[in-house]
Nanobody
Framework: QVQLVESGGGSVQAGGSLRLSCAASVSTGSRYSMAWFRQAPGKQREWVSCIRIDGSTNYADSVKGRFTISKDKATNTLYLQMNTLKPEDTAMYYC?????????????????WGQGTQVTVSS
């Protein structure tokens, strides 16, 4: 069982930056791939980025070049550095984890989820 707790959300103006954190209750570095998803009101949950066990990463086209995913194995923490934020980035952001070295873009493939942290970007 993996428990995930996100933090770092908030309200910023367009062009600003935020760094989200996701603290895991177990060591995830060598056993779990991890990902960030987001969900805006009235919309489906959308994949944002993932990091595999081997450290390789992928990004959705909408955030490529602006967001950076990383993990700190020593503290079992996943990060999402978000720069040049846009109003369309406004959403609840969730981290997810699952055993295996992969990056599924569909949320149904991810077993463990945090409770989410809200990001609001104003124009």
């Amino acid at each position: 069982q993996v428990q995930l707790v996100e933090s770092g959300g908030g309200s910023v103006q367009a062009g600003g930056s935020l760094r989200l954190s996701c603290a895991a209750s177990v060591s995830t570095g060598s056993r779990y791939s991890m990902a960030w998803f987001r969900q805006a009101p009235g919309k489906q949950r959308e994949w944002v980025s993932c990091i595999r066990i081997d450290g390789s990463t992928n990004y959705a086209d909408s955030v490529k070049g602006r967001f950076t995913i990383s993990k700190d194995k020593a503290t079992n923490t996943l990060y999402l550095q978000m720069n040049t934020l846009k109003p369309e980035d406004t959403a609840m952001y969730y981290c997810a984890a699952d055993g295996g070295d992969y990056c599924h873009t569909s949320p149904r493939w991810w077993t463990y989820w945090g409770q989410g942290t809200q990001v609001t970007v104003s124009s």
